[in-house]
């Protein structure tokens, strides 16, 4: 099992900034990636970025306008999320897969509860 807690969401004005945080424990298995997604109101989940721990390999929806990156010591990812606009509000969950997929659904795959975000004057 994987248990994955995100932080960091809250309420920004367009145009400003978050960095969200998703902290991995209890793995026996290993994870092979992580990858942030996030539900619009009333949307399915989407992939916003994604990325194989031993660098092997990405995957970005934002054209880098937000930037995943991953500090390997503390078993965290962070989302960098810049120049926000009111279609990025949503919430936004963190995922791991412990099969060798840079994005995986189902089998091997495990979720946080999420975090949301709101941008908004």
């Known amino acids: 099992q994987v248990h994955l807690v995100e932080s960091g969401g809250g309420l920004v004005q367009p145009g400003g900034s978050l960095k969200l945080s998703c902290a991995a424990s209890?793995?026996?298995?290993?994870?092979?990636?992580m990858g942030w997604y996030r539900q619009k109101p009333g949307q399915s989940r989407e992939l916003v970025a994604a990325l194989a721990l031993d660098g092997t390999g990405n995957a970005d929806s934002t054209n880098g306008r937000f930037t995943m990156s991953r500090d390997q010591a503390k078993n965290t990812v962070y989302l960098q999320m810049d120049s926000l606009t009111s279609d990025d509000t949503g919430v936004y969950y963190c995922s791991a897969c412990t099969v060798r997929a840079v994005v995986c659904v189902g089998s091997g795959s495990f979720w946080g509860r999420g975090t949301p975000v709101t941008v908004s004057s």
């Open positions: 209890g793995s026996d298995v290993g994870i092979y990636s």
